[in-house]
């Protein structure tokens, strides 16, 4: 992630600078002043070319003495615009300077122009961090030489505005780093490491193991990290709302993630034919952990705890077979047609857990849990399932303000039987081809009982293979930005009351 500073003042000695101008070719006070001192040929570059649009940018080459380049910045659009099209905008900057090859650059404010400088600044700075996130750590020598955009430098960012944007770009940062590692390298003990460093923004972490697992009779869990050489885990991380908060002394916000470090599928092995995607079948875990990060990074007032279930899902001597019955921690017995629906079987004992231990106000998981979900919404909106319209509602809004899209599907007690078991209580898949993404929402519902709940099926948006207004090819992060702002709106100083009691 490229980093950002500010500055007031005197303007950093870099070669190149980015003015902004708007949709009509209005010059910002900066881009005006550098006309005149290049002798028109700001003016001419935009007269130039076709109409402008928001997010292009027009380069001007050695506009005057001292600098290399200008980069032109086009930002505004006839309707107006959103914090979201500013952040994209930024990211588009940000592929444009590295196309360049540029390694520095100083942006200029937008005064003059009918826009919120510090406002326009923290949301460019936000695009540009989240836009040039590269997972490059198994690169080796050579490709060092590869050009990369290293550091911008903002003129009049508010620092608490580009604080908490560099907390939330950190948090998805971390989540694609997990979620790009490979399983060999991230499985569950060694993911659960990579949670501790969370303690230094002031999260408390607790690692249980695989005794602590048997001795709270999680045999859902259990069961599908068996076949495994590498035990599964549970991480538990709290924020209790920073100093003096009062919401430590409220029931917290409960976030859980799937998080199956490597899905083979198990005994009901899945084909060969991109098997490799499913090291990123921990995406909701990963989902979690960036977004305790930026709850933390920013000093929420809100009392969150973040719990993932990690296992490994692979066939072996050891592993479990289609037709075995375990009993989750909450005494209901599961019959296991098919041993790569595993998130579910995981999902019910995390969820079950987080009831009991933290009673908490709401509960949201996420999770990659179903193919049936990417055959219904592709990958431009998650799978939104709950049992309360306001929290479906306050989370829908909160991905539409961040660009992660949620579409809400169906549950109710005509799909509960899709689960029923000739044998158990009820068995981990519903009927063939037929709403497999509430199947397994429904299933979850099992565990969570009264608890307001929302569950995000983010199998179709954990990862990407396009490009994306803010994400390159590869992990999204998808989630964290979701669940910042949700909580950001909601839950700052304990939950809020809703609407309808207020
Ligand atoms: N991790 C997969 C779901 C998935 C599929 C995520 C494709 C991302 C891309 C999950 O564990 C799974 O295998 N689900 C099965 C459930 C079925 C056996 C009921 C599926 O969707 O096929
Ligand atoms: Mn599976
Ligand atoms: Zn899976």
């Known amino acids: 992630m490229i980093e950002v500073r500010t500055f ?20 910002s006070d900066a881009a005006r002043a550098l006309d005149e001192a290049s002798g028109g040929r700001v003016g001419r570059a935009i007269g130039l070319g076709a109409k402008l649009e928001h997010g292009d940018t027009i380069d001007v080459v050695a506009p005057k003495e001292g600098l290399d380049r ?25 592929v444009r300077l590295k196309a360049l090859k540029v390694s520095r650059a100083v942006v200029a404010s937008c005064k003059g122009l009918d826009l919120d400088e510090d406002d326009v600044a923290a949301a460019l700075a936000s695009g540009a961090m989240l ?7 198994y690169k080796s020598a050579g490709d060092e030489a590869k050009p990369k955009l290293e550091r911008l430098d903002f003129e009049t960012i508010a620092e608490d505005a580009l604080d908490r944007a560099t907390g939330v770009a950190r948090g998805v940062a971390r989540t694609r780093d997990l979620v790009s590692e490979p399983a060999n390298v991230l499985y569950p003990e060694s993911f659960a490491e990579r949670c501790r460093d969370l303690e230094a ?69 899945k084909p060969a034919a ?49 037709g075995d019955v375990v009993t989750s921690m909450s005494g209901t017995t599961i019959e296991v047609i098919n041993t790569d629906a595993e998130g579910r079987l995981l999902l019910a004992d995390v969820l079950h857990y987080t009831r009991e231990r933290f009673a908490p106000s709401a509960i949201v998981d996420l ?11 592709g990958h431009e909106n998650a799978g939104l399932f709950a049992n309360r319209d306001e929290l479906a509602q306050q989370l829908t809004e909160a991905g539409a303000a961040v660009g992660e899209g949620l579409w809400r ?9 899709h689960i029923k078991s000739q044998i158990a209580d009820i068995k981990n898949v519903g009927r063939a081809r037929e709403a ?40 999204t992060g998808f989630g964290v930005r979701l669940l910042d702002r949700f909580v950001a709106d909601h839950w700052e100083n304990g939950p809020q009351p809703s609407r309808s009691e207020a």
């Open 70 to 94: 200008a980069v032109v910045l086009v930002l505004g659009k006839p309707a107006g615009i959103e914090r979201l099209q500013i952040e994209e905008a930024g990211a588009s900057l940000a």
């Open 274 to 322: 991109g098997m490799e995607e499913m090291k990123w079948d921990m995406g909701g875990a990963g989902a979690v952990v960036g977004a305790m990060h930026a709850i933390a990074a920013r000093r929420s007032g809100a009392h969150v705890v973040g719990v993932i279930g990690l296992a490994e899902n692979m066939p072996s001597g050891t592993a479990q077979r289609p």
């Open 367 to 377: 999770a990659t849990l179903t193919g049936a979900v990417i055959v219904a919404l």
């Open 131 to 137: 836009r040039s996130y590269d997972f490059d750590t």
């Open 8 to 27: 007031r003042g005197e303007r950093p000695d870099v070669r190149v600078v980015v003015v902004i101008v708007d949709h009509e070719g209005r010059m």
């Open 436 to 475: 497999g993404a509430t199947a397994g929402a429904v299933f979850l519902q099992r565990f969570v009982g009264e608890t307001p709940w929302a569950h995000l099926d983010i199998a179709g948006t954990a990862w990407t293979s396009r490009d994306l207004p803010l994400a390159g090819k590869g992990a």
């Open 201 to 269: 923004l002031g999260i408390e972490v607790e690692i249980l193991g695989p005794e602590a697992l048997a001795e709270l009779k999680m045999g859902a869990l259990l069961g599908v990290g068996q076949g495994s050489v590498r035990p599964p885990c549970v991480v538990v991380m709290r924020w209790r709302g920073g100093d003096a908060s009062p919401a430590e002394a409220q029931a917290p916000l409960a976030l859980v993630g799937k998080g199956v470090c490597f899905d083979t599928g198990g005994i009901s092995i």
């Open 409 to 417: 599907l169906p549950l109710g007690a005509a799909y509960d039987k």
